[in-house]
C-alpha cells in the first residue's frame, strides 16, 4: 500500500485502487491504460477518490477514474520532480507562486506549504471544481477559474479534449477533435493577476497558448519574475522557448538535470529528442535576483538535489 494514502473515499474505492494499480503494472502503454481505467470506473462510484499526504497537513486528492492522474501520481509517484527541485530552490526567495493552468492543483497544494501566496488559475470548469476541492481550505492560497491570455477581460472558447483534461486548451486556432466540447471562459493577463512590484515564481503549463500568455507579463518579466513552463518535443518548432529567447535579456535553462544554460535552439534541440514527452524549462531575465538566487541554491548543493528524468508531462 502507498504510504502516502491518507484514506480512501466513496464505496469501494480501495478495490478500485488496488485493481487499477495492478493493471497498471501489466498495461504500459497509456492510452491503453486510459481505456481500462475508464471502463473499470463503470463499476464503481464516479466519485471515489485516493487522498494523499503532501506534507505539512497538506492533502491532494485523485478521483480514480482520472487516467492522467492515477497513472503518473499515484503509480509512478515521483512526479515532475525537476518542478518540485524548484519550488524548492525559490523558497524563501520570493512571497508569491504562480500556478497558471493548475489543473486539480498538486503544485498548489505543494506551494501553499512553501510560499506566503499561491495564487491558483485553471480554465476548464470541472478541473476547476477538483483544483478548489484541493486548495479552498489551504491558507495563502487564491483560486481563480480563468484562462491566461495576453489581455484581460475577454471572454474566450475554451476547449476540453475527449477523454484528457490535461490536454484542454484555448480555442486559438480552431483545432479541436470531432469528441471534444467547448465552453467560455473569461481571460486575465499575468500583470494583471499579479500585484506591482514582485518577482513571483510562475508555472506556466497552458497547453499551446504560452506565447500570449508571455505576451501579457511584459511588467512581470521586468521586474524579476522566473517561469517554469513546459516545450513539448512534438512542438519541433519549440515556439515558447524560442519566444523567451527573442525578449531583450532573457535567459532559458533546461531543468531535467538541475539548471543548464540554453544558449541558442541548436542546442534546445539537442536537449528535447523524445516527440512524445514534455521537457520543462526554467525562464527570466539574466537580471533577475530571483532567477540567481534558485541557480545559486542548486550550485550550493552541487547536485544534491538535482531531480531524477521525468516521463511526464506535467498536468
Known amino acids: 500500500m502507498d504510504d502516502r494514502i ?18 497498471y503494472s501489466i498495461v504500459f502503454n497509456r492510452w491503453l491504460y486510459g481505456i481500462f481505467c475508464r471502463a473499470l470506473a463503470r463499476f464503481f462510484d464516479p ?23 492515477t497513472r503518473f501520481y499515484l503509480y509512478h509517484r515521483d512526479y515532475e520532480p525537476e518542478v518540485r527541485a524548484v519550488l524548492d530552490a525559490a523558497r524563501g526567495h520570493t512571497r508569491l507562486f504562480c500556478d497558471l493552468g493548475a489543473n486539480s492543483g498538486l503544485w498548489s497544494v505543494y506551494g501553499s506549504a512553501l510560499f506566503d501566496q499561491v495564487l491558483s488559475v485553471e480554465a476548464a ?39 484528457s483534461h490535461a490536454s484542454a486548451h484555448l480555442a486559438l486556432d480552431g483545432d479541436a477533435g470531432a469528441n471534444d466540447t467547448f465552453e467560455e471562459v473569461e481571460t486575465v ?34 521586474e524579476g519574475s522566473v517561469f517554469i513552463y513546459e516545450d513539448h518535443g512534438s512542438d519541433l518548432s519549440s515556439a515558447a522557448t524560442r519566444h523567451f529567447m527573442g525578449l531583450d535579456g532573457m535567459a532559458v535553462f533546461a531543468i531535467e538535470t538541475g539548471p543548464q544554460r540554453v544558449p541558442d535552439a541548436e542546442h534546445l534541440a539537442r536537449i528535447k529528442t523524445d516527440r512524445y514527452k514534455g521537457y520543462n524549462f526554467l525562464a527570466g531575465r539574466e537580471d533577475s535576483g530571483l532567477l540567481a538566487a534558485i541557480i545559486d541554491c542548486f550550485e550550493k548543493n552541487d547536485g544534491a538535489d538535482k531531480p531524477n528524468a521525468s516521463d511526464t508531462g506535467g498536468p
Open 125 to 163: 470548469e470541472e478541473t476547476y471544481g477538483r483544483l478548489s476541492e484541493n486548495v479552498d481550505d489551504l491558507p495563502g492560497v487564491e483560486a481563480r477559474r480563468a484562462a491566461i491570455f495576453e489581455r484581460s477581460g475577454e471572454t474566450l472558447r475554451f476547449v476540453n479534449v475527449h477523454q
Open 189 to 222: 493577463c499575468i500583470d494583471d493577476l499579479m500585484p506591482g512590484g514582485t518577482s513571483a515564481l510562475i508555472k506556466l503549463d497552458v497547453e499551446g497558448a504560452e506565447i500570449v500568455a508571455i505576451d501579457g507579463a511584459h511588467r512581470a518579466i521586468r
Open 6 to 23: 491518507i484514506r480512501f473515499e466513496g464505496r469501494g474505492a480501495q478495490v478500485q485502487y488496488r485493481v487499477l494499480m495492478a493493471l
Open 47 to 69: 466519485d471515489n477518490k485516493v487522498v494523499l499526504d503532501l506534507g505539512d497537513g497538506r492533502a491532494f486528492r485523485i478521483y480514480l477514474n482520472d487516467g492522467y492522474w
